[in-house]
């Protein structure tokens, strides 16, 4: 079975720092692993995927992901975070049977502070 | 372009009573449809899952029911509703394109059983 964990429950960072949000899975097979933002009482927002062959994938609003997989990670990161920032990061996998479902980690609270 | 619609945006529901959640697609056709819940504002549970009309699958046992009557709408029931119901809904689709597909959200229902 496919998974990923989040090892953080909470993440703070000053603003202009640069972010890093860990993420690492556990796939038998190919990866096919995501990240999504999720703001106060809203649904998730797509921010990227990880592309085979692509260790550095770029996607919306600044962020990127660098994949390694001698260590089975997939962490996000952002050169130089923002307040807007602040948020609900989950990693997810794609389960590689039936209707390929999408599975989250329990999620990482990030604080930007101004 | 796609679009996902999840309705209501809050709902308040006394123990014993019944639930109709409803999501609509618009701008895809043969679309994956999720059913997922958040209890306190962290971790995904998939509910439900379609990759067709009349096709459900369930990956917890409980006391929801899942219908997809057609093809872009996707109902979330319950005969009557337990206190432990109680949680944002969130409703996802993605194209029937593989596993290396991102999945799209609606905003998500707030259910509070009281």
């Known amino acids: 079975a496919q998974s990923v964990a989040q090892p953080e429950d909470q993440v703070n960072v000053a603003e202009g720092n640069p972010l890093t949000v860990k993420c690492t899975y556990s796939v038998s097979g190919n990866p096919y692993l995501f990240w999504y933002v999720q703001y106060p009482n809203r649904g998730l927002q797509f921010l990227l995927k990880?592309?085979?062959?692509?260790?550095l994938v770029k996607g919306s609003y600044g962020f990127e992901a660098e994949f390694n997989k001698s260590q089975t990670s997939f962490h996000l990161k952002k050169p130089s975070a923002l307040v807007s920032d602040s948020a609900l990061y989950f990693c997810a996998v794609r389960d590689q049977t039936g209707a390929n479902n999408l599975f989250f980690g329990t999620g990482t609270r990030l604080t930007v502070i101004p | 372009s796609q679009t996902i619609h999840q309705w209501p945006a809050t709902l308040v529901q006394p123990v014993g009573s019944p639930l109709s959640l409803e999501c609509t697609v618009e701008g895809t056709s043969n679309p994956n449809l999720y059913w997922y819940r958040q209890a306190a504002g962290r971790g995904l549970q998939l509910l439900f899952y379609?990759?067709?009309?009349?096709?459900i699958s369930s990956e917890v046992p409980q006391n929801l029911s899942a219908s997809r009557p057609q093809d872009r709408q996707f109902i979330l029931s319950s005969k009557k509703l337990l206190l432990s119901d109680s949680g944002f809904y969130l409703c996802?689709?993605?194209?029937?394109?593989?596993?290396?597909?991102?999945?799209?959200f609606g905003q998500g229902t707030r259910l509070t059983v009281v």
């Open positions: 990880y592309i085979t062959g692509d260790n």
């Open positions: 996802a689709w993605s194209a029937n394109r593989g596993p290396n597909t991102e999945a799209f």
């Open positions: 379609s990759v067709g009309i009349g096709q």
